[in-house]
């Protein structure tokens, strides 16, 4: 089962930094509970999460790598990803680890919370 995990971890990150919403969406639910880490607070569903992803792309240019992915006894999935953001000028805006944290439904991504810690 983690193995199942890691390839799909693996492929949503490929395709975020392919900028391949589709392909991604096909692995959340319809009502994903997502983090708006550029802008603040939540998102929910497909609509929202694209819409997102659409205006942050705009406006800079992330690139995130996952690092370590391990699968917690409450089921949840957390990524240690190396996270680059730059303007649309190249400048730095953030560089550094975080933890992403998954939790499932029905095989698909339910919720992601983000831990800076």
């Given at each position: 089962?983690?193995?199942?995990?890691?390839?799909?971890?693996?492929?949503?990150?490929?395709?975020?930094?392919?900028?391949?919403?589709?392909?991604?969406?096909?692995?959340?639910?319809?009502?994903?509970?997502?983090?708006?880490g550029w802008e603040g607070g939540f998102i929910n569903g497909h609509d929202e999460v694209r819409d997102y992803w659409t205006r942050q792309w705009n406006e800079i240019e992330p690139f995130v790598e996952?690092?370590?992915?391990?699968l917690k006894e409450n089921g949840k999935v957390v990524v240690e990803v190396y996270q680059v953001a730059k303007d649309k000028a190249g400048k730095l805006l953030f560089e550094g680890n975080l933890k992403h944290i998954y939790s499932y439904k029905d095989g698909l991504i339910k919720g992601m919370e983000i831990d800076d810690n």
């Open positions: 089962m983690e193995q199942n995990y890691d390839d799909q971890i693996r492929h949503i990150y490929n395709r975020f930094n392919a900028r391949d919403i589709d392909a991604i969406l096909i692995h959340l639910d319809k009502d994903v509970h997502w983090p708006n996952p690092v370590a992915i391990s």
